[in-house]
């Protein structure tokens, strides 16, 4: 049982330059989300989603985008890379009811020179 | 949307001291209070959440109480330990909603 796993763990960015970070949960859990954590700033909310093919804006979705086109897999997307996306990225999913811990991958360290 | 405010942003105890955290929350229609731990270069990891309708949850040596009329709630650790040292996170969720929001993360540094 792997839980939540990210892919990559480590990259480094051009300007301008585009990737997509890839979360996969094998809990089947509904709820999906990307958060992006700054020193001092704590863990801030990108984008979500409560379901296959349902996505959400969260606190600072700007300069992202994400799908959802199959219930384990949430994608967040770069399109143009700038510096001030420098940051760790981190997934976690949770259940819609009841216990509604939320689990975490191992998270994404990404630079952008 | 909700808010949350956490303090201190740092905190340093001398081990087997008691260490508080403090969290308020600006929407009074949260239900959901976690608190997370993340040790170095680590993901977050839930150690103990409560719900509105209790006002204080224990587990062994942590405990967390809550204020709904104040909407503030306190991550209590007693008898400290060098592996306590790490960053912890509060969070809020409103009842029916989808997302969590999390407040800033206070680093807890255990002197020995």
């Known amino acids: 049982n792997a839980g939540v796993t990210q892919t990559p763990k480590f990259r480094v960015l051009k300007t301008g330059q585009s990737m997509t970070l890839l979360c996969a949960q094998d809990?089947?859990?509904?709820?999906m989300y990307w958060y992006r954590q700054d020193p001092g700033m704590g863990l801030r909310l990108i984008h979500y989603?409560?379901?296959?093919?349902?996505?959400a804006k969260g606190e600072v979705p700007d300069g992202y985008n994400v799908s959802r086109l199959k219930k384990q897999n949430f994608l967040l997307g770069l399109e143009s890379a700038a510096p001030s996306q420098t940051s760790v990225y981190f997934c976690?999913?949770?259940?819609?009811?009841?216990?509604?811990?939320?689990?975490f991958g191992q998270g994404t360290r990404l630079t952008v020179v | 949307g909700e808010n949350v405010e956490q303090h201190p942003s740092t905190l340093s105890v001398q081990e087997g001291d008691s260490a508080v955290i403090k969290c308020t929350y600006s929407?009074?229609?949260?239900?959901?209070f976690p608190w997370y731990k993340q040790e170095l270069g680590k993901r977050p990891q839930l150690i103990i959440d409560?719900?509105?309708?209790?006002g204080e949850k224990k587990d062994q040596r942590i405990a967390v109480t809550l204020n709904k009329t104040a909407k503030h709630f306190s991550l209590h650790i007693t008898e400290t330990q060098p592996e306590d040292s790490a960053v912890y996170f509060c969070?809020?969720?409103?009842?029916?909603?989808?997302?969590?929001?999390f407040g800033q993360g206070t680093r807890l540094t255990i002197n020995p």
């Open positions: 976690a999913s949770s259940w819609s009811r009841g216990n509604t811990e939320a689990f």
């Open positions: 969070a809020a969720r409103l009842q029916g909603a989808q997302k969590l929001v």
């Open positions: 409560i719900r509105s309708n209790v």
């Open positions: 809990m089947n859990h509904e709820y």
């Open positions: 989603s409560v379901g296959e093919g349902t996505t």
């Open positions: 929407d009074s229609a949260s239900n959901y």
